[in-house]
């Protein structure tokens, strides 16, 4: 049996079950978060994740985890 894993809309990390937010647009658009902070940053600031610091280094460690050592 295997577990459904989400990713956050924001920073792209994987969200386990019963964690994080959902998040649905008008459009019906539904964003999942792993934090407040990703969900504040997406919706209420309107951040771009290419442009954040904290983004760009989260995905830097977790490529590099994912190698296979």
Known sequence: MSILLKKCAFCGSEIEPG????YV??????????????????????????KVKWVRKKAKGAKVKGKGN
Do not use: E, Q, V
């Not at 964690?19 to 959902?22: L, S, T, V």
């Not at 964003?31 to 407040?36: D, Q, T």
């Open 25 to 50: 647009k008008a459009d019906g658009t539904i964003l999942y978060f792993c934090s407040s902070k990703c969900a504040k940053n997406y919706i209420k600031l309107g951040r771009n994740p290419k």
């Open 19 to 22: 964690h994080g937010w959902m």
